[in-house]
């Protein structure tokens, strides 16, 4: 029987084969990554009345996919619906679109994410390790939309760990550095790796950052935008030191991701989002049927 990993603020593994694991989390996020290994599911909880539980789920997610199968199913939990009175998590919140940075290490992945999330720069960026993630809302054809964006590292020894996060992706920013050449020539690389992982309709948009830099340019934008046109992605360049087009490149994925999701091409990703009540203040269809409801669709 294959291990079923049950996050209640932290995955706890189920090892029997016909029973629940319910308890408290004992162990330290140190101590716990162990556990994951093997699992092939997860139920990732939050208290719909207790907003901080629901922050947190950001950080369990990193560390679940950090040590945990790239294909496990995981299902995001917002328990305590029969709290609705003291609701302190918009069900809306709780659907975020996973969107990932891939490219070489160097190119400014990092400060493209600092610049959208924080409106930052950081002239001393050090190499990202493994995988660091921020989150932002925004609006989007008149929608609240939540971005979740995954920064992943550039380094090949890395590789194993950022690939996992490829898969519940909806959207992906591919960037090169437009004064590195080589950079750009192994973007081919980084799109066939990330089809060989992602959802095949995953919007994707490559991006030539660092345009502050046009007197060093070894990269012509025609040369791009004619690599873009031939496999269907999107284009910009940008700037995240002088904040050029940043915002309108964020902007353009999610709306594309949005559009897709709205037609049922793509879905918002890996995990599936549903709210538990421990107790109903109505009878539901089911109910009436004699049927004992489980969950429902958030």
């Given at each position: 029987?294959?291990?079923l ?22 162990w ?6 162990r ?18 539980t629901?922050e947190?789920g950001?950080?369990?997610l990193?560390?679940?996919?950090d ?11 917002g ?15 709780a ?12 190119v ?5 994410l ?9 002239h001393?960026?050090?190499t990202t ?23 992943t ?24 550095d437009i ?8 973007v081919?690389r ?10 095949p309709?995953?919007?994707?948009m ?6 502050d ?34 915002e ?16 049922k ?12 009540s ?10 009436a049927?004699g ?8």
């Amino acid at each position: 029987m294959l291990p079923l990993a049950v996050a209640l603020q932290g995955p706890i593994p189920v090892h029997a084969p016909h029973e629940w694991l319910v308890r408290e989390p004992r162990w330290t996020i140190g101590h716990s990554g162990r556990y994951y290994r093997g699992a092939v599911g997860a139920l990732l909880v939050y208290d719909i009345a207790k907003h901080l539980t629901y922050e947190n789920g950001e950080r369990w997610l990193k560390e679940l996919r950090d040590h945990a199968d790239s294909n496990i199913v995981i299902m995001l939990v917002g328990n305590k619906s029969d709290l609705r009175h003291l609701r302190a998590v918009p069900t809306d919140e709780a659907r975020a679109f996973s969107v990932v940075l891939i490219g070489e290490s160097g190119v400014g992945k990092s400060n493209l994410l600092s610049r959208f999330t924080k409106n930052e720069f950081n002239h001393d960026s050090r190499t990202t390790i493994g995988v660091e993630f921020s989150t932002r809302t925004m609006l989007v054809d008149g929608m609240t939309i939540k971005a979740q964006i995954w920064d992943t590292a550039g380094l090949e020894r890395y590789r194993a760990i950022t690939s996992a996060y490829y898969r519940g992706a909806v959207g992906a920013l591919l960037v090169y550095d437009i004064a590195k050449h080589m950079t750009y020539e192994n973007v081919e690389r980084w799109l066939k790796e990330l089809y060989d992982h992602a959802d095949p309709h995953i919007v994707v948009m490559l991006v030539g950052n660092k345009s502050d830099l046009a007197e060093l340019r070894a990269v012509p934008v025609e040369e791009a935008q004619s690599f873009s046109e031939k496999n269907k992605l999107l284009f910009i360049e940008t700037s995240a030191l002088e904040s050029t087009n940043v915002e309108t490149a964020f902007h353009n994925v999610l709306a594309e991701i949005y559009k897709k999701v709205a037609s049922k091409q793509v879905t918002r990703g890996s995990i599936s989002a549903v709210s538990l009540s421990n107790q109903s203040s109505s009878p539901t269809t089911d109910q009436a049927d004699g049927k004992k409801p489980c969950c429902t669709n958030a």
